[in-house]
């Protein structure tokens, strides 16, 4: 049996620990995690997904706000792994942990490396129009995502696919290439590739900037910038001068010649607004600030009289 120190945080990483747990061959003997954060209105102090199996299962659960240099490390290092896994765990791992195991660290990436390395793969593939996106296997090195690649899974990204749906899917495509690959890794049976350098590319943590969207860009990039950030952080417009998160949006097959931001058409139950290359997105479920998630008919039922085609009611300054 080898034992693993398992480090990950989020719901993507949960199902890849709990395959950890159930598997006979392995002894999972401490979990790693972020601190318990205040979550909601209420602030409640939450633990992660991840410490949840965790304490489900009696494994030890370290939170220390910084690993390196903290009195966590020396106890992890001291528990002499066979093996460290890592899955969306949100820190660099200090060398001095990584070189102490037996056979090897690995992490789990969300992409198919090596593009979009980074805190926020999945996020981007979505907004950037990939088509496909996976998972790949790599060794853990100093450099963020760098490490030589050991096994890499492919899965299609769909029109309807948005990052809630792609994690849950990419969690349960890395557990299976996971188990499939410790036992060659434990073997020896590796034949690990280095990452093309001049194909890389960066996915870091999205900014708050860059959840506003460029209703420039062409329908299809409104939606996938929509799907992309939905349900976290969620993308926005300034509609009528009020930021309004958008949370489902709808490429149309038609085009327009009024300019992205203009109406192009409104009835009780649609709303259809022009973006970049003559396209025309429906805007199907928005939340107004200060307001609760509402689809659009109830949205239209409150200031639908307002709008007419061809009003501008979108920013569309290129320039900012």
Do not use: C
Request: charged fraction near 25%; proline fraction near 7%; glycine fraction near 8%.
């Amino acid at each position: 049996m080898k034992s693993i120190i398992f480090m990950g945080t989020p719901e993507f990483s949960a199902p890849i620990l709990q395959s950890l747990v159930d598997e006979p061959n392995y002894d999972v003997i401490g979990v790693v995690t972020q601190p318990d954060r205040k979550v909601g209105r209420k602030h409640v102090l939450t633990p992660s997904p991840v410490k949840r199996v965790a304490v489900e299962n009696n494994i030890k659960v370290y939170q220390p706000e910084k690993l390196g240099g903290s009195e966590e490390l020396a106890e992890l290092i001291a528990l002499n792994a066979d093996l460290i896994v890592t899955a969306a765990f949100g820190q660099f791992l200090p060398m001095s942990l990584i070189d102490s195991v037996k056979i090897g660290a690995v992490n789990v990436h969300a992409s198919l490396l090596p593009k979009y390395r980074g805190g926020a793969p999945v996020h981007y593939a979505i907004m950037n129009g990939d088509k496909e996106t996976g998972v790949t296997i790599i060794y853990m090195v100093k450099k963020m995502d760098a490490g030589e690649m050991l096994a890499t899974a492919k899965i299609p990204i769909t029109d309807q696919d948005d990052v809630g749906t792609m994690f849950d899917k990419l969690s349960l495509l890395g557990r299976d290439l996971l188990l499939d690959t410790l036992p060659q890794l434990i073997e020896g049976d590796v034949n690990p590739i280095k990452q093309d350098e001049e194909q890389v590319s960066f996915s870091p943590n999205i900014s708050p900037e860059q959840e506003e969207i460029d209703i420039n860009l062409p329908a299809r990039l409104v939606d996938a910038k929509v799907r992309g950030l939905r349900p976290f952080p969620v993308a926005y417009l300034m509609m009528e001068g009020k930021r309004t998160k958008i949370w489902k949006t709808k490429v149309m097959d038609q085009t327009t010649d009024l300019k992205p931001g203009q109406v192009v058409s409104k009835t009780k139950h649609e709303l259809l607004v022009a973006t970049g290359e003559n396209g025309v997105i429906s805007i199907e479920e928005l939340q107004p600030a200060g307001k609760q998630k509402m689809a659009i008919t109830d949205y239209l039922n409150g200031v639908g009289e307002n709008l007419h085609p061809g009003k501008q009611i979108i920013d569309n300054d290129k320039s900012k």
